[in-house]
């Protein structure tokens, strides 16, 4: 670079009497004036804010978050309620500054157990849309220990990487929500002693992650190689949330309250158990007993779950939520300029069809689409401005659709 000048454009001293010059197109910066500027410019510029752009401040409480969710979740309060304080709980260490005390907060991973349909996966995406930190949602299913085909344990945080564009700082802080845990665990209660492939394996790889560690990562996922860049993250502020439906685990939890009952109270101690929620008594030997591993249940120190949806609940999961599929199914015809109404009596008739199928919330879309189809296909060709769903229209398009025959005996 050409030289511009022997003294600097600041201060005016020359070369000899400074450390370094800088030299720029029209003008010259010593090591010392750089140093000021720096200050200068550190004090004029805005106070700077959080780890993740909150000021303690500004952070959403619980009851807040909870709030949040109940526009689009309907019910499981005792879940939003963890879920809620984990979140807040997770912003409050990020920001966390050093003290004299040491008193250093450490993360509380948390697990949640329900049927399939009750609103897991469901909760994670409504809380990723409030949070300020990088969200990813990964399955478990994919997940197969080293060496056989699949996805390697590491790929979860290549979904985090994908969630906060690379960025390994914002990565460092974010939030993984881990589905279908159930899936991966132990077949039998023998320990494995050679590798299996999407059993206890799968679970001990997860502990590096869970616990904290420094991971290498492959950025764009699959399986790793030797001659793969790969990204160091460090797990140690990655917020862990597990779900699972663990079909099955209401049988242990049964067995296991049935053992702690002796004697005449017996009957009386069973009768106040509520047989239709087993799920509200789980503990973490349930889980033990169902398959995880003490070392990864010790590593998910929160333990909630999810309500059963009775039919009150479906009912409202249909009309109620800012999303509910009956406003997703009017926005729809909107679209196309038609008007689409509804009587109560179908509403009625969807709830009835999806407790038959017991597939939960999940059961109410494929009811209501069946119903709806012909209509979606046909309208928009014609000049119909409205559409009103009676129960004799529902009936007659369920009849004949594909759906009816999934019927649970």
Same mark, same amino acid.
């Given at each position: ?29 010593? =090591? ?134 690379? =960025? ?28 299996? &492939? ?153 709830? =009835? ?49 594909? &759906? ?6």
């Amino acid at each position: 670079m050409a030289k511009t000048g022997e003294n600097c454009t600041f201060c005016g001293r020359s070369r000899r009497d400074v450390n370094l010059l800088i030299n720029g197109i029209s003008g010259a910066i010593c =090591d010392e004036c750089a140093r000021q500027a720096y200050e200068i410019v550190k004090e004029q510029m805005p106070e700077k804010k959080s780890a993740f752009g909150l000021h303690k401040e500004d952070l959403p409480k619980p009851e807040d978050i909870k709030t949040f969710l109940d526009q689009y979740v309907i019910g499981q309060d005792e879940a939003k309620r963890y879920l809620a304080v984990a979140v807040y709980n997770h912003y409050k260490r990020l920001i966390q500054e050093v003290t004299p005390d040491d008193v250093e907060i450490e993360k509380s991973n948390i697990i949640m157990v329900g049927a399939t349909g009750t609103g897991k996966t469901l909760l994670a995406r409504t809380i990723a849309k409030l949070l300020h930190v990088p969200f990813a949602i990964v399955d478990a299913t994919v997940l197969t220990e080293a060496g056989y085909v699949g996805e390697d344990i590491e790929s979860i945080l290549t979904r985090l990487l994908q969630a906060a564009d690379y =960025d390994v700082e914002a990565a460092q802080r974010g939030i993984v929500f881990i589905d279908e845990i159930d899936k991966i665990a132990r077949k039998s209660d023998n320990p494995s002693i050679t590798r299996d &492939v999407s059993g206890e394996g799968v679970q001990q790889g997860l502990l590096k992650l869970l616990e904290g560690s420094i991971v290498n990562v492959p950025p764009q996922g699959g399986r790793k190689h030797p001659e793969q860049k790969m990204i160091a993250v460090d797990t140690k502020n990655i917020l862990f949330i597990c779900g699972g439906a663990f079909d099955g685990i209401e049988k242990k939890i049964a067995q296991r309250l049935n053992t702690r009952v002796v004697g005449y109270t017996a009957s009386e101690a069973t009768a106040q158990v509520d047989r239709n929620n087993m799920l509200k008594y789980i503990t973490p030997a349930d889980l033990k007993s169902f398959g995880l591993i003490p070392e990864i249940i010790g590593r998910l120190p929160i333990l909630t779950y999810l309500n059963p949806l009775d039919r009150q609940a479906l009912r409202n999961i249909l009309t109620e939520p800012k999303n509910s599929i009956i406003k997703q199914y009017i926005k729809l015809f909107e679209m196309d300029g038609i008007e689409l109404t509804f009587e109560e009596e179908v509403f009625e008739f969807i709830v =009835d069809k999806a407790l038959e199928f017991k597939l939960g919330a999940r059961g109410l879309r494929s009811i209501v689409e069946a119903v709806m189809m012909d209509a979606m296909y046909s309208l928009p060709s014609t000049t119909e401005k409205k559409l009103r769903v009676t129960l004799e229209y529902a009936k007659e398009k369920f009849e004949k659709s594909d &759906v009816n025959r999934l019927q649970v005996a």
